[in-house]
């Protein structure tokens, strides 16, 4: 076979190869493509990225967690509500939020305290106001009960030349008395009526007291009550601890709700009371 004949049977064979035939394969040619990557092929044609790079971007890409975009809320929505207040949300978005105007930020709201009456900087009272066991040469039989309004002490008599003492809170100015009277009624955790001279005089001062109290821990009565003949006088515990020892009430003897509870069980009633 001659050159000629040779070369048409080549041609004829491999079409692909003339750049005819690839200029009409192609509407534009591709752009030739320098890859950095040197164990690459030099020369890169369609744009191809080299495997060993394309193997790299990938083992990234899985290492990687990638975001989700989530879409944005519509201005006044509950979720941007929600996520205003996200603490997941990032600190640069808050900000950037809050100088856009995009949410505002709800001031707390305003509580209302119930005031409560403050108590005194020193909540103990004097140790000579806690019970004790006292020399007593009295006249009074054992098992009187003598109360001191002036040095603010309350004698239980006993035998033997003694007698225990407690300390008292009695009667502020102008409502001092004296007398002697009987144990007539004893009662626990007692209920408080205060009388109508009490609640009109508290209530020009603005305080104004209820017209039954029932027995209790607030109530000013406290855990026990020894009642004195017919008058409204009592000898009582108290939720005022701290105001043993002054003279604070209006009339009656008050002592600690411990202290109370200790002459309530060794008084019967009937017992003899005297008040100087």
């Given at each position: 076979m001659s050159c000629r004949n040779l070369l048409i049977a080549l041609i004829a064979a491999f079409p692909m190869a003339l750049p005819a035939h690839a200029s009409d394969r192609y509407q534009s040619r591709p752009p030739v493509m320098v890859s950095p990557d040197l164990s690459a092929p030099w020369v890169?044609?369609?744009?191809?990225?080299?495997?060993t790079q394309g193997r790299q971007k990938r083992r990234i890409d899985q290492a990687r967690p990638q975001a989700t975009r989530q879409p944005v809320p519509a201005y006044g929505?509950?979720?941007?509500?929600?996520?205003?207040?996200?603490?997941?949300?990032?600190?640069?978005?808050?900000?950037?939020?809050?100088?856009?105007?995009?949410?505002?930020?709800?001031?707390?709201?305003?509580?209302?305290?119930?005031?409560?009456?403050?108590?005194?900087?020193?909540?103990?009272?004097?140790?000579?106001?806690?019970?004790?066991?006292?020399a007593y040469d009295g006249k009074h039989a054992p098992g009187t009960i003598v109360i001191d309004t002036r040095e603010r002490f309350l004698y239980l008599v006993t035998e033997h030349g003694q007698a225990k003492r407690y300390g008292v809170g009695v009667g502020k100015p102008g409502f001092e008395w004296a007398g002697t009277h009987k144990v007539t009624a004893k009662r626990e955790w007692p209920d408080w009526r205060?009388?109508?001279?009490?609640?009109?005089?508290?209530?020009?001062?603005?305080?104004?007291?209820?017209?039954?109290?029932?027995?209790?821990?607030?109530?000013?009565?406290?855990?026990r009550a020894l009642y004195l003949g017919s008058t409204l006088y009592r000898i009582h515990g108290t939720n005022a601890p701290w105001s043993i020892g002054s003279a604070v009430s209006s009339g009656c003897i008050r002592?600690?709700?411990?202290?109370?509870?200790?002459?309530?069980?060794?008084?019967?009633?009937?017992?003899?009371?005297?008040?100087?």
């Open positions: 890169l044609q369609l744009g191809g990225i080299p495997a929505s509950p979720q941007r509500v929600r996520s205003a207040v996200n603490p997941q949300v990032r600190p640069e978005r808050r900000v950037i939020s809050q100088r856009r105007g995009l949410f505002t930020r709800q001031q707390p709201a305003v509580r209302q305290v119930v005031s409560r009456p403050q108590r005194p900087a020193k909540p103990q009272i004097e140790p000579q106001f806690l019970p004790q066991m006292v205060p009388p109508q001279e009490m609640i009109a005089r508290e209530a020009e001062k603005g305080h104004f007291l209820p017209a039954h109290m029932p027995g209790g821990p607030e109530n000013p009565l406290g855990a002592m600690r709700n411990e202290d109370v509870i200790d002459l309530y069980d060794r008084v019967p009633q009937g017992a003899k009371v005297i008040v100087i």
